[in-house]
């Protein structure tokens, strides 16, 4: 502060020495003025090397050590570390959770496709266990149908005609043909020209001096059946139609019979 004094009001108060020393300063030049400054920074610069040290109270000297001890250092560090750590958590979790969601999705879709493979797999074996049946049972009607010809063809064969009982069916009604082999126990009918469906059960019986004798009943869409067993003294044969599977005795109506015999071969 200049206490509303001017430069020249002060210099105009120096006296003596004073005044003589500000005068010695105005006249010297630049270069030497700057060298006087650099002498006195060194100068000044020196000035505390040339004290004696002092020693600090022992509560400054306190406070500095505990500024400066290692576990102040550490926990600067370890603040340091700290907010990085955590930002690396929440990236980290979303990258582990996409992790998770991507490897359920796709055990998801093994699971689908494995259930999806074993349900096309079961329906193959389905319909190969199908396929395989119905081969047994062609292989099975193959062989039957063999043995059938083998016994129709064969040499002593004897044959039977089965007509229609009630005399207003016509020639083109159904017939029947009963072929028994030589040694007279192996035989095979089949019919022709009658109606099938639910609950028609048509039924051969065999008639001999002791009375009728069940043979068994016609099968399948041809209505063909086939026995290596036959009762001694064939006199005749009927084909009943019956409501019931497998009666004891005829209770429906006799739709072919035949009692006569003609040797083909």
């Not at 796709?106 to 699971?111: L, N, W």
């Not at 193959?124 to 199908?130: P, T």
């Not at 129709?152 to 028994?180: D, H, K």
Request: glycine share 8%; charged share 25%; proline share 6%.
């Amino acid at each position: 502060m200049n206490d509303g004094k001017s430069d020249f009001d002060w210099l105009a108060e120096l006296k003596g020495s004073e005044r003589d020393e500000v005068d010695g300063w105005s006249a010297l030049s630049n270069v030497e003025r700057a060298e006087i400054e650099r002498f006195d920074a060194e100068v000044f610069g020196l000035l505390p090397y040339a004290l004696d040290p002092v020693e600090p109270s022992p509560r400054v000297k306190e406070e500095l050590m505990r500024r400066v001890a290692v576990p102040e250092i550490q926990s600067f560090h370890e603040r340091r570390r700290g907010p990085v750590a955590s930002r690396w958590l929440m990236p980290l979790a979303a990258g582990l959770t996409v992790v998770a969601i991507g490897m359920a999705a796709m055990q998801f879709g093994t699971v689908r496709r494995q259930r999806l493979d074993i349900a096309h797999l079961e329906t193959a074996v389905a319909l190969l266990s199908a396929d395989a049946a119905a081969l047994a049972d062609a292989e099975t009607g193959l062989a039957v149908a063999h043995q059938n010809l083998q016994l129709v063809s064969s040499r002593g064969v004897e044959v039977c005609a089965l007509r229609p009982t009630t005399a207003t069916q016509s020639n083109e009604g159904p017939y029947g043909l009963l072929f028994v082999a030589a040694d007279h126990q192996h035989w095979y009918v089949k019919v022709a020209g009658l109606e099938t469906g639910p609950d028609r059960y048509y039924r051969v019986w065999f008639e001999t001096a002791d009375g009728l004798v069940a043979a068994g009943n016609l099968i399948g869409q041809e209505l063909e059946f086939a026995s290596p067993t036959m009762p001694d003294g064939l006199l005749a044969v009927h084909v009943s139609l019956e409501t019931e599977p497998a009666p004891s005795r005829p209770s429906g109506e006799i739709v072919l019979y035949g009692d006569e015999m003609v040797r083909v071969l």
